[in-house]
Each structure stands twice: as C-alpha cells, then as structure tokens.
C-alpha cells in the first residue's frame, strides 16, 4: 500500500484559549480515535464550564479592539490565514484523514483547498460589506450601521471538522466579532491546529477560542452563556432543538444548519451515464456522512433499470481501504457507535419490507476488520418506510420510483428536512420548474454537493434557519443599526405641537 510520506502532522491536544494552549481546568482529557484501525491519535483536553467561562472572558476583552480594527486589517489576517493553510495543505489533510477517516484524495483535492478558499473569500469581504442611505422623510438623512453581534459562540460536528471551522469562522471574524467554538468531541484536531495556525500569522489573543470538549456539557453551556450574544451550530435536528430552548435565557441569535435527507431526482430525459457518476458522488463522498448526501434516489420508472444497472456496478467498484492510501474512495466512517447506527439502518430497510440491492454490511477484509468500515449500501423500499424518512448519514442510499413530474416532487417535499436536493434532466423548463417546487434552500441541475464561499449555504423545516457563506452569512453575523440624522436646520429635531 503506497501511503502519504509527508512529516506526519503536529498534533495540539490542549484546549486553546486567549492565544494560548492549556490544559482543561479539571485536567480532563479523552481519546480521540483513528477509524481506520480504532488506535487512539492522542488524548485531548476536555473542556468544563469553568473553561468556557474563560474563554468567554477572553473572548469579550478581546472584542472591542478586534470589532475597530480597520475591516481591512482583519481581511488581511484572514488572508494571511488562508496562505498559511495552503503551506500545511498536506499537514493539515493527513491530520483530518485520521481523525475522520474521509480519503486523503478528498482532503486534499477538497477539504483543504476549499478551507483556504473560505477564509480568503471573508478575508476579501470584511471591508466589502456596507450599510445603506435609505430614502426617508425629506430634510433627515437615515443610514445603515452593520455591526459584529459581540462574542459568539461555535458548534461543529464531526463530519467536516476542518471545513466548518472556516465557514463558522471566516464570516464571524470579518465581520469583527470574537469566537468561541467547541469542535465535535470526535474530532477535534484540525479545529486546533487551525488556531494555532491564526496565532501564528498574527490573529490576537482572545479573538478566538477552541474548546473541545462533549455536547451535553460544553456546547449546552455555550448555549445557554448569558455573555455569548449568538451561536451558530451546525448538527443534528435533535439537538438544534436543545439549542434554541437552551439560547432563551438571554434572547441570543440562533443560527441552525441541521440534517437533511438529500433528494436526486434522475427523469426520464436525463444524461443517464452523468447522473449515475454525479449521484454516486452526491451519497457516496465521505462515505455519505454529509448534511446534502443525496440519500434519496428518486428514478423515472423509464430510465430505472438502466440508472440502477450502471449505479450499482459503480458503487461495487468504489476503492475502500486505508483513507491515508491515496488511492482509496471511501474510507471508514468515523466512529464506531456512528457505524453501528448505519448498519442498524439495514436491518430496519429489512424488517420493514426494503430490499438491499447492493452493500449492507462490513466489507469481509481481514485488514479492515479493525476500522469502522460499511460498504456503499443500495436499498429500494417504500417512500414512508423510515430509511426513506430518517437521517441514516452513511453510504446508504435509498431507491423509489416514480412516473410523473408530480409525483417526483412529491417524493422529494415528503420528508421534514429542506437542506439540499438534485435533479437531473435535459428539459430546461423541467429543471427550472421543478428547481422552483422543490422545498429545500439548496438544488442542484444536472448536478450535485457543489459548494462555493460566495453561494448561500443552508436548509428550510427540520434542517434549520439560517444562511452560511456569501453576503447572507454577513447579515448573520452583525446587527444592523438604522441612523438618523437632521441635516435641515429648519425642520425642528422633535414634531411641533400644533
Ligand atoms: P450532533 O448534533 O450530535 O453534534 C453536533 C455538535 O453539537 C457536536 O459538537 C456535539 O458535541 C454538540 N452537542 C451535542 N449535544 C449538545 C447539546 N445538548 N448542546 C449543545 N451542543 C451539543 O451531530 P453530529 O452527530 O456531530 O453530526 C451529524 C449531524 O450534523 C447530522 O444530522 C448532519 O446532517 C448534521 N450536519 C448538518 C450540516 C448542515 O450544514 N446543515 C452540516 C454537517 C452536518
């Protein structure tokens, strides 16, 4: 097996709080775990409340001089940052691979280069994002203030750690706001080494702030911080809802990127041979453990056969193995309870009548015997049987058909997620039309997952509130502030009595 023969990464275990590395307050610590085999990387420092009451500390200190800083000025650090990622790309992308199990061709070809490319974009935009002169009352001038919303508090999943910490960072820090984040407990490496990373090209003390640590705990208590004045989560529907009760105490702004059940609708008048290879890509890429996985393939009954044909021999011939190979497709998925959870989604497809044309089990290789490994898994079962409803967030996609425009819609609108959905076709009308009646805040045409810094990312229903990414992340992170001004020195400053 020919692996990556860079350095191997530098490895920060500490939490990062003020600019500086230290240990948890009660000096806990856990391991964070290699999927591919279950070794333990390293033990990571366990965030308490006593830790993120430090860092909120920090963080507030550090706000009004990081909130008047030229924009300018902060662009340029977040610029310098994205620089510095490109330097470490191989650094940084052998470190995700371990911590996640997502291949090295992704993290590098992907998670890298796009985490360079969103902190150069809000590097770009910190002095691009203006108020406005509104036309008001003759004789008054009124004008828009767009002003950072304070401390914010951060919570990421496992699935993109490296990723999402550009796209919760780079629009909250051009914005002039200071952050505390807590990465997913599972992995937690690359949101460190980024910190240091920021540290290194001059991002001040205190500005931000990375706790690892567990959800109950740490992110609740994030949640509920009376000093934090926002916080934006990206994760599963379930706990959203505990953030949005959790936020109350002080009224904070909420921001949600949740789950999603991804609908690729493939008609009739499609490329067949493109839809195949893009909606493998859209359930199969980081082994499906992705918000906008399109987990829902939903076939015109004519191209069915042909579609399922060719789409179950590709996902045979997906190379599994070692994420650190570079040849590999698809890795394992990243813990061990996460795979379990997959696998039971078989046996549920099973018991309610679905059948499992492809996959559905652990791939019997001695040498992946140890990893968190589950084949690309093929099921077709009923539109209201719970793998065509429920989240399963692995390589398992579900199969339904269908014979009218109408109908295709349907399917796609029948879940409670809005995240993202595609459909594939040759009829320009019939893109648009059903692009149009899909209820979801992302479609793709003829395409699938295409992500971009300047287009707005997130979901409508069960998949949150709420725009990552672009000018609508901007608006998500400050608070406008309407100006008034008498510039007429003969319009008296208050309404005349009579
Ligand atoms: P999760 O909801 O279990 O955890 C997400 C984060 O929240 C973690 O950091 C976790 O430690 C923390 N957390 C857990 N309990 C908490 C609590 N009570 N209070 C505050 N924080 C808490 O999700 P996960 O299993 O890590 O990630 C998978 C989920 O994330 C999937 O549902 C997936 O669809 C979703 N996701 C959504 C998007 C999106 O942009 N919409 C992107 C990626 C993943």
Same mark, same amino acid.
């Given at each position: ?12 275990? &500490? ?27 390293? /033990? @990571? ?5 006593? /830790? @993120? ?20 000025? %902060? ?30 061709? /992704? *993290?590098?070809?992907? &998670?890298? +280069? ?12 910190? /002095? ?31 699935? !993109? ?31 460190? %080494? ?17 706790? +690892?640590?567990? #959800? ?21 529907? &379930? ?27 493939? !008609? ?59 040849? *590999? ?10 795979? &379990?959870?997959?696998? =039971? ?33 093929? @099921?077709?079962?009923?539109? %209201? ?7 399963? !967030? ?35 009308? %019939? ?9 979801? =805040? ?10 971009? +810094?300047?287009?707005?990312?997130? #979901? ?19 608070? @406008? ?18």
């Amino acid at each position: 097996m020919s692996t990556t023969t860079s350095a191997p990464p530098k490895i920060q275990t &500490d939490l990062f709080i003020n600019g500086r590395f230290v240990k948890a307050e009660d000096g806990r610590t856990a391991p964070t775990i290699n999927p591919h085999d279950g070794s333990t990387i390293a /033990d @990571v420092a366990q965030a308490g409340k006593a /830790d @993120v009451d430090k860092a909120v500390k920090a963080a507030q200190a550090a706000f009004p001089k990081w909130s008047s800083l030229a924009a300018s000025d %902060r662009g340029k650090l977040l610029m310098r940052l994205a620089d510095r990622i490109e330097e470490r790309a191989t650094e940084l992308a052998t470190l995700e691979t371990m911590d996640t199990g997502h291949p090295m061709r /992704d *993290t590098t070809r992907l &998670d890298v +280069p796009r985490t360079a490319a969103t902190f150069r974009y809000f590097g770009g935009m910190a /002095d691009k994002f203006e108020g406005a002169v509104i036309p008001v009352d003759q004789g008054f001038l009124n004008y828009t203030l767009r002003q950072p919303v304070g401390v914010v508090g951060q919570i990421v999943p496992w699935n !993109f750690p490296l990723m999402f910490t550009s796209w919760k960072m780079g629009p909250a820090l051009a914005a002039g706001n200071t952050v505390v984040l807590k990465p997913a407990a599972l992995t937690p490496l690359s949101s460190l %080494r980024i910190a240091e990373l920021m540290a290194e090209v001059g991002i001040p003390e205190g500005v931000v702030n990375i706790l +690892p640590g567990a #959800g109950s705990a740490v992110g609740q208590y994030i949640a509920e911080h009376r000093d934090i004045a926002k916080v934006a989560f990206t994760g599963s529907t &379930d706990v959203g809802k505990k953030i949005v009760q959790a936020s109350a105490g002080n009224l904070k702004r909420v921001q949600l990127e949740l789950g999603g059940k991804g609908a690729n609708i493939v !008609f009739g008048d499609a490329n067949v041979n493109a839809a195949v290879g893009g909606s493998a890509f859209a359930i199969f890429h980081n082994q499906g453990q992705a918000c906008i996985a399109g987990s829902r393939l939903i076939l015109h009954e004519a191209i069915a056969d042909e579609f399922l044909e060719k789409f179950i021999r590709l996902a045979k011939s997906i190379t599994i193995g070692n994420p650190l190979d570079p040849t *590999t497709e698809m890795g394992p998925l990243t813990s061990l309870g996460h795979r &379990d959870k997959v696998l =039971g989604y078989v046996q549920i497809a099973k018991d309610q009548g679905g059948k499992v044309l492809t996959g559905g089990a652990a791939p019997k290789r001695p040498e992946l015997a140890a990893g968190y490994y589950v084949e690309p898994t093929v @099921v077709e079962a009923d539109a %209201r049987h719970r793998v065509s409803c429920e989240e399963v !967030f692995g390589p398992f996609v579900v199969v339904t058909k269908f014979k009218t425009d109408e109908e295709a819609i349907a399917l796609a609108n029948g879940t409670e997620y809005g995240l993202g959905g595609g459909l594939w076709t040759t009829n320009l009308q %019939r893109a648009h039309l059903v692009a149009r009646h899909m209820r979801s =805040g992302m479609v793709w045409i003829n395409c699938y997952k295409r992500v971009n +810094p300047a287009s707005p990312f997130g #979901g409508v229903g069960a998949s949150g509130y709420g725009r990552e990414m672009g000018f609508e992340a901007m608006h998500h992170y400050t608070e @406008v502030k309407s100006v008034w001004v008498n510039v007429d020195a003969n319009i008296p400053p208050y309404y005349p009595r009579s």
